[in-house]
């Protein structure tokens, strides 16, 4: 009685009790102070269970009611799964944010059993739907016209098709050997007044010095040109010619996709300007859409389209699709820029970190030219192409059968540069089990299992695994032999391993066999047409990586000295 009479007498005490804000804050203080106590108890006791054979996944402690892990995760997503993951050390931990609970997997085998449930357990059909209407304003339309989205998304399996994937890499490939040495499209010590740049140089920012050597905006210069070429080759020529912003407008769109997941989009420079150039590529892919439609009815388009001849099957079909399913023009054309981005955001990222780091170390250089010299290499018939340049010579297949240093330096430019979260809806409860191997390379007395309950949702910590000391040593190093080993005929062979940059199940990468014959045809093509080097200083010094999800920008582009090894 002594304590509380003492208690009612002190002056702090006495003001909570009087004035109302005070006691709001202190009530907040203290609610924040027992849920900490409360949920920190409960992931402690979670913790603890080392001996059992099934789990309750440890739920990362949190401070604010409700609000559970939501700052953390927006301050740093990336750091917050870290520290959690190595806080608990187990295959799967949670988070609570809101009124949602979301497992984080961070272990290789929970992914693999993740990838191979069916959709009716694991859907990502939400999060499609949020993301289309979120980063492409489709006003719901994807989960409106469900049978339309569904007959849209299954004619993209051609794309896993061999027709498909030997007429893309095939047309890309020849354009490749012509176009290696228009990467910069000046002839040595010309003077280029007059003479207008092409779209990926004005995009580079391209300057020509006297002593016959370019510099650069090499993310610039890289994404653009990889992006003329295969746009062209997918939507046909017309497409660029008729709208010469689409591709400013895609590369502008994607710095700022990261702000329209958030409230911010209005109101950052980014996030507004992204929106912009969204109603921009909108525009432009209904019009072409329009203009194929047209002609696919017998009909002839507007002049400006020319013949419409050189589009591919995959992209005719798809017009097809649409027209046959009775596609809103929303629906069409909101879709439609989301695979434009798909096609070209991913590839030709990567080429631009690959050849960075490649270009970076001239051991690994020398290395990858000799490896790939007997598949890619000047035309031994002394050809030429458009401007007078020489052409190359591309063996593909041998370039993906023999060329494992290559290979595994495309992996692992996606290890480090990749960092996107698979997010999927759990439909119906799943039981999850990590590996014997898991668990003892996480230092676990036993694998243990986890049922993950209907009305979750599961995220695959991508980026973090890629960075997991226990899953590849080293993260930090850039080791492209990590992913080579010796294949069934004692040959040298690079394998993705645990490594899972496409995706997974029903919605994984539809491009991803052209994917990764395009990513070593034009990488090696470059590597042997070009030298680079930094403008200043003796060595290129890799740019620091924007935001995580999916392939990262460079936070500012790096300015580079190009010059040609074939005149
Ligand atoms: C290095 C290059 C690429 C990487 C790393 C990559 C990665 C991915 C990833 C992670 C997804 C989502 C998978 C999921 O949700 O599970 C995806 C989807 C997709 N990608 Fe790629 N991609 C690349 C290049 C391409 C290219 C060149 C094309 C087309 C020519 C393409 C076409 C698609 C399509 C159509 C989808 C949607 C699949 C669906 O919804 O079912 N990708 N890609």
Same mark, same amino acid.
């Given at each position: 009685m002594g304590f509380l009479r003492s208690l009612q007498h002190n002056s702090y005490v006495e003001g909570v009790l009087t004035s109302l804000p005070v006691s709001l804050f202190s009530a907040l203080i203290l609610t924040c102070i027992i849920t900490r106590i409360v949920t920190g108890m409960r992931s402690t006791i979670a913790q603890n269970?080392?001996?059992?054979?099934?789990k309750t996944p440890n739920r990362i402690s949190y401070w604010i009611p409700w609000v559970g892990s939501a700052l953390s995760f927006a301050r740093d997503i990336e750091g917050t799964i870290r520290n959690g993951r190595d806080a608990s050390g187990d295959g799967i931990i949670s988070y609570r944010i809101g009124s949602s609970t979301y497992y984080v997997v961070n272990m290789p085998s929970l992914v693999q059993q993740i990838f191979a449930q069916k959709s009716a357990t694991l859907s990502k059909q939400k999060v499609l739907e949020w993301f289309m209407k979120t980063a492409f304003d489709d006003k719901h339309a994807t989960r409106d016209e469900h049978a339309a989205f569904h007959s849209h998304h299954t004619a +993209?399996? +051609?794309?896993?098709k061999e027709d498909f994937i030997n007429e893309a890499t095939n047309k890309t490939a020849r354009t490749v050997e012509r176009e290696a040495a228009r +990467?910069? @499209?000046?002839?040595?010590? @010309? @003077? +280029? !007044?007059g003479k207008p740049l092409e779209p990926w140089e004005e995009a580079g920012k391209v300057a020509f010095n006297a002593d016959g050597t370019f510099d650069a905006n090499f993310y610039q210069l890289i994404v653009h040109y990889m992006g003329q070429i295969v746009i062209d080759m997918l939507w046909g020529k017309a497409l660029i010619q008729n709208y010469p912003n689409l591709q400013s407008d895609m590369w502008d769109f994607d710095e700022g996709v990261h702000h329209m997941l958030t409230p911010l989009a209005k109101i950052t420079v980014n996030g507004r300007r992204a929106i912009a150039c969204r109603t921009r590529l909108t525009e432009a892919m209904h019009a072409w859409h329009e203009a194929v439609a047209t002609t696919q009815h017998g009909e002839v388009p507007a002049k400006k389209w020319g013949a419409l001849d050189d589009i591919s099957q995959v992209m005719q079909d798809r017009v097809k699709v649409w027209v046959d399913s009775k596609a809103s023009e929303t629906l069409q054309k909101t879709n439609d820029v989301s695979v434009l981005w798909g096609v070209n955001v991913n590839s030709n990222k990567n080429v631009f970190w690959m050849l960075l780091q490649i270009y970076s170390r001239s051991e690994l250089l020398s290395d990858i030219r000799e490896e790939i010299a007997p598949y890619v290499g000047v035309s031994p018939a002394g050809e030429r192409g458009p401007d007078g340049f020489p052409k190359l010579d591309i063996d593909v297949d041998g370039l993906c059968k023999h060329c494992p240093l290559l290979k595994a330096s495309f992996y692992e430019t996606m290890r480090i540069n990749m960092s996107g979260l698979g997010i999927r809806q759990v439909i119906k409860d799943v039981a999850l089990k990590e590996s014997a191997t898991d668990a003892s390379q996480f230092g676990k007395k036993r694998p243990q299992s986890y049922t993950i309950p209907a009305g979750t949702t599961l995220v695959l910590a991508n980026g973090t695994m890629q960075m997991d000391q226990r899953i590849f040593a080293n993260p930090e190093e850039f080791m492209? !032999?990590?992913?080579?080993e010796e294949g069934s005929d004692a040959r040298p062979k690079a394998t993705m391993k645990n490594l899972h940059t496409f995706g997974g199940g029903l919605y994984k990468c539809k491009g991803r066999y052209f994917a990764e014959k395009e990513v070593l045809i034009f990488a090696s093509s470059l590597l042997v047409m070009w030298d680079l080097a930094p403008t200043q200083g003796e060595e290129i010094a890799i740019p620091k990586m924007g935001y995580a999800g999916a392939s990262r920008s460079p936070l500012k582009d790096i300015r580079v000295r190009l010059a040609r090894r074939y005149n």
């Open positions: 269970q080392v001996d059992s054979v099934s +993209l399996n +051609l794309m896993l +990467l910069i @499209t000046s002839a040595p010590q @010309t @003077t +280029l !007044e492209p !032999e990590r992913f080579i």
